[in-house]
């Protein structure tokens, strides 16, 4: 399965499917983003960082992708498990005031993995 | 290794009370953020602190908004006279090093209710 971000932003898919998930980032600047899991009831969790030097990066049964030129960040979980229902947001650091750096989140993709 | 640590969990003020939230870093951490989620919503960035100064709280509310990081103790985000639109979970996360060079590390938030 497959998600737009903001224009779908709830994700189901099947259990042992591969899951796809898209952020689009708006600032050209920024270098450094990450991808959090949020549960019902409890705080982001990080899962995973790529900084801009990078296209592509992996981790366990997830991997992170990076295209500069769209702006375009996605996250893929291989054979996602019920345990991966959450929601899922992308995050970027973007310059704020002088030189302090804010993490930006995107909106959130709801991500159920059904049975 | 305890993680981010915020307290309590769960708060109820009746309008214009004062709402006191505490947030203390993971060990070795001073640099703390204070973020606000509203249900459905990503979290909104509200203040950047290191210890014993505010960096940047381009994201609070000139009125009725506090924070203060002291050199001891935990980091706490003050409301003032609270209103029913302060309704949210309040997140603390925190870092080693200044914005923009490691992932940032959330507790699990203060639910506020404001009745």
């Known amino acids: 399965g497959e998600s737009v971000g903001l224009h779908l932003p709830t994700l189901s898919v099947q259990e042992g499917d591969n899951s796809i998930i898209n952020c689009a980032y708006s600032n050209s600047a920024s270098d450094y983003f990450i991808w959090y899991k949020q549960e019902s009831g409890k705080g982001p969790q990080f899962i995973i960082d790529?900084?801009?030097?990078?296209d592509k990066r992996q981790g366990q049964r997830v991997t992170v992708l990076l295209n500069k030129t769209v702006k375009h960040l996605s996250l893929q979980i291989a054979a996602t498990q019920p345990g991966d229902s959450a929601v899922y947001f992308c995050a970027e650091w973007v310059i704020s005031s002088g030189s302090a750096r804010q993490l930006t989140f995107g909106s959130g993709t709801q991500l159920t993995v059904l049975p | 290794n305890a993680g981010v640590m915020q307290n309590p969990r769960h708060l109820v003020r009746r309008r214009g009370q004062e709402a006191r939230l505490r947030c203390s870093p993971m060990k070795g951490h001073s640099h703390v953020y204070w973020y606000r989620q509203l249900p459905e919503e990503g979290l909104k960035f509200m203040v950047y602190l290191q210890k014993e100064n505010i960096i940047d709280e381009s994201g609070m509310p000139k009125e009725r908004f506090s924070a203060e990081f002291p050199k001891e103790g935990p980091s706490i985000l003050r409301i003032q006279q609270v209103v029913r639109g302060d309704s949210a979970a309040y997140f603390c996360?925190?870092?080693?090093?200044?914005?923009?060079?490691?992932?940032?590390?959330f507790g699990n938030g203060t639910r506020l209710t404001v009745t």
């Open positions: 790529i900084r801009s030097n990078m």
């Open positions: 996360a925190s870092s080693p090093s200044t914005g923009g060079g490691s992932p940032l590390h």
